[in-house]
């Protein structure tokens, strides 16, 4: 069946710095959307891909949707501590999927 | 507007007892998706409906497991009985359009449920 997959699967980084996750489909994917879950909270949702290679972004964070439409990943520059919490990928494909996520940590 | 509204919030009980999880849409949504979230199984997609209906049930678990939606703006979950292993947060989320995955969807704060 369909998976999605994510790395890494938990990322440290000292405020300031940039962070990126990736997301791998075994499947080809219709699109892709991305999820952000606060600790305690539940997931939000962030933006959609939909076109081969389609880049997105809102202020500080960047989507991108690869040309083959099995991968994606999400950058964001200059971290802060706002931005700490888990960030989904799911991938709609033969289903609907989530990804594990990637769990950020942003140290002051 | 108002978001998606699950209740309980949380609930604890024992084993063998039935759980019943209810989730409110946001009005106009048509698209209704029941989550499960674990540590160990990530966020599973249980349910979802359109219209009311039940499209795709693959991801429920056991016949323990069942949902039903009888009007576009309720939705029930229940586990009956209840096992330690259905301990887990559960997430109730809607979206406009039909088929999961192809509008934004909205979740609940979700219940979280402990089985003793």
């Known amino acids: 069946g369909q998976q999605v997959m994510q790395i890494p699967q938990y990322q440290h980084v000292q405020e300031g710095e940039d962070f990126t996750t990736y997301c791998n489909s075994s499947?080809?994917?219709?699109?892709i959307q991305w999820y952000k879950q606060r600790p305690g909270g539940h997931p939000v949702f962030l933006i959609q891909?939909?076109?081969?290679?389609e880049v997105k972004k809102q202020k500080r964070l960047t989507f991108q949707f690869g040309e083959a439409k099995k991968n994606s990943s999400l950058h964001i520059t200059a971290t802060q501590t706002t931005d700490v919490g888990t960030y989904f990928c799911?991938?709609?494909?033969?289903?609907?999927?989530f990804g594990p996520g990637t769990r950020l940590s942003v140290l002051p | 507007d108002a978001g998606v509204i699950q209740s309980p919030r949380h609930e604890v009980t024992e084993m063998g007892q039935e759980v019943t999880l209810r989730c409110k849409p946001i009005?106009?949504?048509?698209?209704l998706f029941w989550y499960r979230q674990t540590m160990m199984r990530g966020l599973e997609l249980l349910i979802y409906?359109?219209?009311?209906?039940?499209?795709?049930d693959s991801g429920m678990p056991e016949d323990r497991f069942s949902a039903k939606m009888p009007n576009a703006s309720f939705s029930t979950l229940k586990i009956q009985p209840s096992e330690p292993r259905d301990s887990a947060v559960y997430f109730c989320?809607?979206?406009?359009?039909?088929?999961?995955?192809?509008?934004?969807?909205?979740f609940g704060d979700g219940t979280r449920l402990s089985i003793l």
């Open positions: 989320a809607s979206s406009r359009g039909q088929g999961a995955g192809n509008q934004p969807q909205h």
């Open positions: 499947t080809t994917l219709s699109n």
């Open positions: 891909l939909v076109k081969s290679g």
């Open positions: 799911a991938g709609r494909g033969q289903n609907f999927v």
């Open positions: 009005s106009g949504h048509n698209s």
């Open positions: 409906f359109n219209n009311n209906v039940p499209i795709d």
